[in-house]
Structures are given as C-alpha cells and as structure tokens.
T-cell receptor, first 110, second 115 residues
Framework: EDKVVQSPLSLVVHEGDTVTLNCSYE??????LLWYKQEKKAPTFLFML????IEKKSGRLSSILDKKELFSILNITATQTGDSAVYLC??????????FGGGTRLMVKP | EAGVVQSPRYKIIEKKQPVAFWCNPI?????LYWYLQNLGQGPELLIR????????DSQLPKDRFSAERLKGVDSTLKIQPAELGDSAVYLC?????????????FGPGTRLTVL
C-alpha cells in the first residue's frame, strides 16, 4: 500500500521567516510527487516533481525531490500571512493514482 | 479558463437521508476523480473515471455510495442512506489523463454534514 508522510504536522512562524516542509513517500511504480496548498477550500496545485535534484521554483516557494531517499521538501522564504494554509504532498503512481499525506498546517503570524 | 465546478458547496442532512453531489470537470479533461477528505487529513480517493468508465472504485463503499459519469463529462456521487460518519468534504478533481506528467486540479468541494 502506498504511503506518504508529512512533517511537521503544524508550524507557527512569524512573517519573514523561512520554513521547510518535509514529505517522505513509499509509492509503488512512482511517477511524480505533487505539492498542493489548501486554504479553506480546494487544494491548489503548486508543483509537480519528477526528477531528482532539480529544483522547481515559483516566487518565494521552491521544491526539490530526492528519488533515492524518497523524500521531497517545500521551502517558503520570507513568509507572509497569506502563506498560512495546509500544504499537502501527494505521490503519483504509474496509474495516475494520488496518495496524499496528512498535510502540514502552517500559520504565519504578523 | 473555468476550473472544476462542484455543487452544492454545503449540504446538511439527517442520517438515513439520500444526498447527491455534482461535478463538472475542466473542459477537455478526460479523467475525473472523487475524493473524500476528513478534517485534518489528506484527501482519499473514492473513484476514478477515464471518460465514462470507472477504472478504479476499490475504495468506494458500494453498499451506500454510487457514482456515474454519463457521456464522460459531468459526474454525480450519491450516498444512500447517509450515515453520521459520512460527514466530510467531498472533492472532485480532473486531469488530462496524460501518460506522463499528469496533474490533477481540484474543485472547491462539497462539505457534507450528517446530523
């Protein structure tokens, strides 16, 4: 059975701090790893990672995948209150089936 | 471009009542997914459609849950009868169904409360 574990479960930081969210996975016939941001409604897509060691970047967010150690990290620099959300990581297998982790709840205080 | 549309956004029913959720995927997306998300947890897949065919419904509780995707576009998910434990957010997602680099896009969800 595929499994995705995220840590920490929750995190409280102040604006301007940098945070690192962790995701480890065990996915049979692994194809890709996806990160989503979920505020009060739908998860919104952030990144899809397929290759090890290649950083994907979007503004203050960046992510990288390590397929040897089976983990990914999501970094957010210069955090803002609008970054407060639950960040979900999901492993995608060859059948395009996503297995989600439990999420990391990030709160950014002013 | 319109995203995944779901309705209703919220639904409150009494246990043993039936309920149905509707999903309209992103135009051109062949693959449609229904997920259940409990509070504080990640989404869990219930069923996946490739066009009008359900290709994975192993996690769907078939005694009370049913789904259909007539004509391979819109989909409905039904619960009959609902139980207290069905209270959750029901998310619909769609994707192009690419062999590689497939990305799922989610709708806003339907929050179901069973009293």
């Amino acid at each position: 059975e595929d499994k995705v574990v995220q840590s920490p479960l929750s995190l409280v930081v102040h604006e301007g701090d940098t945070v690192t969210l962790n995701c480890s996975y065990e996915v049979t016939n692994f194809r890709s790893l996806l990160w989503y941001k979920q505020e009060k409604k739908a998860p919104t897509f952030l990144f899809m990672l397929t290759s090890s060691g290649i950083e994907k970047k979007s503004g203050r967010l960046s992510s990288i995948l390590d397929k040897k150690e089976l983990f990914s990290i999501l970094n957010i620099t210069a955090t803002q209150t609008g970054d407060s959300a639950v960040y979900l990581c999901a492993g995608n297998n060859a059948g395009n089936m996503l297995t989600f982790g439990g999420g990391t709840r990030l709160m950014v205080k002013p | 471009e319109a995203g995944v549309v779901q309705s209703p956004r919220y639904k409150i029913i009494e246990k043993k009542q039936p309920v149905a959720f509707w999903c309209n995927p992103i135009s051109g997306h062949n693959t449609l997914y229904w997920y259940l998300q409990n509070l504080g947890q990640g989404p869990e897949l219930l069923i996946r459609y490739e066009n009008e065919e359900a290709v994975d419904d192993s996690q769907l509780p078939k005694d009370r849950f049913s789904a259909e995707r007539l004509k391979g576009v819109d989909s409905t998910l039904k619960i009959q009868p609902a139980e207290l434990g069905d209270s959750a957010v029901y998310l619909c997602a769609s994707s192009l169904g690419l062999a590689d680099a497939d990305t799922q896009y989610f709708g806003p969800g339907t929050r179901l409360t069973v009293l």
